[in-house]
Structures are given as C-alpha cells and as structure tokens.
C-alpha cells in the first residue's frame, strides 16, 4: 500500500467543492471536538471559519505550549548544490535560468559548516537541486560523514531517492527528510512541473512512504501555498499526514507553509493566502493534530514571524541564505528565492526570548533516540 491508493479515490474538484460548502455550524461542531477529523479539518480551513480565527489561535496556542512547552526550535538551511534538471516553474534553480551552477566541493562545505557552527546551530538542513550525476547517494554519503562531527542532526532537502538509498544514509545519520508534494492536485502537476524527474507524480507522492519504510526518524510534507487553491491542497496534506503516522507510526511528522516568493523567474502566483488565512491554515493543523512539528521559514515578513510563535509553530530557520556558499561568501550562486526576514540567527533567539519563550538550538542527542 502507498498513499496513491488513497489519493486516487478522491476528487480535487469534490474535496474542493466540499470545502466551500462548510458552514458556521460546521466550524463550531469542528472547535468543540477534542480530537477534530478530516471533515472538521475542512471546516476549519473553510472560508467559514473566517470569524473564528481569534478563537482558534487560542485553542492552537494552548495546545501547543501543553505539549512542547514555550519553546521554538531553530534551524538553517545549507544549500550544497544549485544544479538541476527539473524545470520547477516557480523555482529560481530551474534548469532553464541562465544563472552561475555550482556544487559545493569538501572545503567549500567545510567552510560554510564553520561559518554556521559560528551562529551556534546543532542542527543542520542541506538542501540541493536535482542533479544525480554529481549530486548523488556517493555524494550525500560523502557529505554526512564530512559533517557529522559538527552536528548533533542532519536533515534533507534534496531528490527523491530509492528506499535502499535512504536506509544506506539512515544507518550514516541521517534524522529527517523534508520532501514537499508542491500540489496533490495530479491534473495540475504537470503544468508546473514540465521536465525532468519532478515532472512523476506518482514517484513524488510515494517518497515518503519509502522514507517510512527505511525507518527515517522524521518526515516533513506540505504543499507550496500559492500553486493551487491553498485549502485544498491542505486538505491533502493533512489526508497524507493521517495516513503516514497510521502506516509508519513510529515515525515523527512535520508540516511547513512555504508560500511562493519572487525568484529567478516569471512565474507568477494565482492564489497564495494572504497572512491572515496562513494563521488559519497553521492553527487549524494545530487543532487538527497536536504532535506534529509545525515550521516556519525565513520567506516570511518579521512581523508575522514574531507573531507566529504564539500560534502553534514549534520550528523555524532564522539567518538563511538560498546561494550555495553564501554564509562563508564561497560563490557567486543567485537566491532559490528571497528571504524576507533576514535577521541573524542571535536577533531571532532574542526576539523569541522577548516573547516569553525559549530558542532550542539542539533538540537531543541521535543516541538518544528510540
Ligand atoms: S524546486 Fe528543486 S527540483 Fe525544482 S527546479 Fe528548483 S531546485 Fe530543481
């Protein structure tokens, strides 16, 4: 079983309409429910649920501190490779921008680990395009044993990769792949992503139940806010989230709300929600599932940052740079996208202490793990 035997019994356009039908009832069934389903997921994301926003943020926010206290655990992203084949629409690393290719060498990796190491990370997110002949499983093997000794956590941002490759590099340390869906909408897929590996839907949308069978220690999914229509879209996100902690239920799950930002390229969003529908969209995966890991990245404004660490986000990179070889100034690379919030790693902790929590910058020992 994969979850593409569940998606392919559902409509996008049914789930979508489904969606839009919800009512103020609907919602309020939804936010008295101590432990709300799908259908009240739906209502939650629903335009419905527009005036209860207040109330829900509460109710996400009371969940949240009860089971991961006041803290907000950070990370950074280190961009090993802009090479790639795929022609990602929205993505400014897109094979067909004229932009400076390069792939980090050992000494140039080493150098941004000691610039990152500076800002005091324990946890470390490397992220590459798709580009297998140099970026590859030799590759990856390589890097995490150049980079183990300096981090306590080593996760993926990178291709989708074979189930036995993935067990090679869980049994070297590697702890989490993040591997985004961008739209469950199969119709649509395509349009965006034209060439190139990207272009299966189908091998995409069954990574991570090869992650899960490897044993991986966690696993990030989501969809890119602004493809599609962002609610529907989070209604299969949230159905490929239920269906993951059933099937692989000793492995921990994280949700992230990247919304499409200004690149390299001309593709412009259609329907990206606008800052108040994210906190509905945050909150209602709160109510939804207290345990997972919700993650905020730097393309977001400061202000709503600051603001979303009282909502329910649990994780979030501060000091991020999108270049390859751009914390030790290495290369030349251009931006995957603009960072919006661009304050140090050291403002960010101060500016969540100011709130009233606590910035985690090692969250425990692999050791320690069961
Ligand atoms: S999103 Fe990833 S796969 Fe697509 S073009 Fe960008 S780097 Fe390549």
Not at 253 to 282: C, N, T, V, W
Request: hydrophobic share 35%.
């Amino acid at each position: 079983m994969n979850f593409s035997n569940i998606l392919n019994k559902y409509s996008w356009e049914s789930v979508k309409n489904s969606i839009y039908s919800k009512t103020d009832n609907d919602v309020k069934n939804a936010l008295e429910k101590e432990h709300p389903g799908l259908e009240d997921f739906k209502a939650l994301i629903s335009p419905a649920a527009a005036p209860y926003i207040e109330q829900m943020a509460m109710k996400s926010s009371h969940l949240t501190q009860k089971r991961f206290g006041k803290t907000i655990q950070l990370y950074l992203p280190l961009y090993l490779s802009n090479e790639c084949l795929n022609q990602c629409v929205y993505c400014g690393f897109n094979s067909e921008n004229q932009i400076e290719r390069i792939t980090l060498n050992d000494d140039q990796i080493i150098k941004e680990v000691k610039a990152i190491k500076s800002f005091g990370y324990e946890h470390i997110l490397l992220v590459t395009g798709d580009f297998p002949e140099k970026v590859n499983l030799e590759y990856f093997k390589n890097v995490i044993r150049l980079i183990k000794p300096y981090f306590s956590q080593i996760s993926f941002e990178v291709q989708p990769l074979e189930q036995p490759e993935y067990e090679e590099l869980v049994s070297l340390g590697l702890h989490t792949v993040y591997v985004y869906q961008e739209t469950y909408n199969k119709q649509k897929y395509s349009i965006y992503h034209p060439k190139g590996k990207k272009k299966d839907f189908v091998y995409r949308l069954e990574t991570p139940d090869r992650l899960g069978r490897a044993a991986i220690y966690k696993i990030g999914i989501g969809s890119l806010l602004g493809l599609e229509d962002w609610r529907t879209d989070a209604f299969f996100t949230a159905l490929h989230l239920k269906y993951l902690e059933q099937a692989y239920w000793k492995t921990k799950y994280s949700i992230s709300f990247p919304r499409l930002r200004p690149h390299a390229g001309r593709f412009k969003p259609e329907s990206s929600p606008d800052e108040r529908e994210l906190i509905q969209l945050i909150t209602a995966f709160r109510l939804f599932d207290e345990d997972v890991e919700l993650s905020m990245s730097s393309r977001e404004s400061r202000k709503f940052r600051d603001n979303s660490i009282k909502l329910g986000i649990t994780c979030m990179s501060a000091g991020s740079r999108t270049d390859p070889g751009g914390y030790a100034n290495c290369s030349n690379a251009l931006e995957q996208f603009e960072v919006h919030d661009d304050r140090s790693p050291r403002e960010i902790a101060h500016m969540i202490k100011e709130n009233g929590y606590e910035a985690v910058w090692k969250d425990w020992d692999t050791c320690l793990q069961v």
